[in-house]
């Protein structure tokens, strides 16, 4: 576990003022994130079966290779409960890019400011590792506008568009953000 923001201590809803856990981060994972992760996903309404499953392999794959995976991940909870994910790695055969596999927040606390905090932390710890271009694919379809407005509001340009990708009219969208100088080149 590492360290709590006392920021969101507080919080207020329709019903006035709710206390709540602070946020904590944690970057080690363990095996009970395979249900977190697949809890998350699977009641976004984002992802299909197949999907929830390929977000799920990724925590088996670090579980077993650890770092060499290639696979960071961010867990955002209150005590033990994960409030939302991301996981990110260097892209193989790059110098300093790396991308940006997987994000998501719970159902119930999007739209409350977790998922910038969330980026602005895997891009904190993407430049503290050396990384300096963090790219994150979406998709083109309707439902991924907020997700593609998310990436907008947080600074990710829009980088190409890869036609009919995922299938015909269904677009592949890139996103790359250039992240400030790291500790060793400023
Ligand atoms: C994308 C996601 C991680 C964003 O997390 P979030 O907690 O809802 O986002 P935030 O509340 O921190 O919003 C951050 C910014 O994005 C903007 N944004 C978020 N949702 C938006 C929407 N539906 N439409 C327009 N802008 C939106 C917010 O206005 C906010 O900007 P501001 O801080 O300048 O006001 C979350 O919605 C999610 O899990 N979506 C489903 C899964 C997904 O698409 N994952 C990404 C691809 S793998």
Redesign the pocket.
């Known amino acids: 576990m590492e360290k709590a923001d006392r920021r969101f201590s507080v919080v207020r809803n329709r019903g006035g003022i709710v206390r709540e856990q602070p946020l904590v981060w944690r970057e080690e994972v363990s095996p009970g994130d395979k249900e977190s992760v697949h809890r998350i996903c699977e009641l976004?309404g984002?992802f299909s079966a197949e999907e929830v499953d390929m977000a799920v392999e990724l925590v088996e794959e670090r579980l077993a290779k650890g770092v060499a995976s290639g696979y960071h991940f961010l867990f955002a909870q209150h005590g033990d409960t994960v409030l939302g994910f991301a996981c990110y790695g260097p892209i193989a055969g790059t110098e300093s890019s790396w991308d940006l596999y997987?994000?998501?927040?719970e159902e119930k606390?999007?739209?409350?400011?977790?998922?910038?905090k969330l980026a602005a932390e895997v891009e904190r710890r993407t430049r503290l590792f050396g990384g300096r271009r963090l790219y994150a694919w979406?998709s083109s379809r309707d439902q991924?506008h907020?997700?593609r407005?998310?990436y907008e509001?947080?600074g990710y340009s829009h980088e190409a568009t890869l036609r009919d990708y995922y299938k015909p009219g269904e677009h592949l969208v890139i996103y790359v953000k250039q992240l400030p100088g790291t500790p060793h080149s400023p």
């Open positions: 976004s984002f997987w994000m998501a927040v606390r999007r739209g409350q400011g977790l998922g910038r979406t991924y907020p997700t407005k998310f509001r947080l």
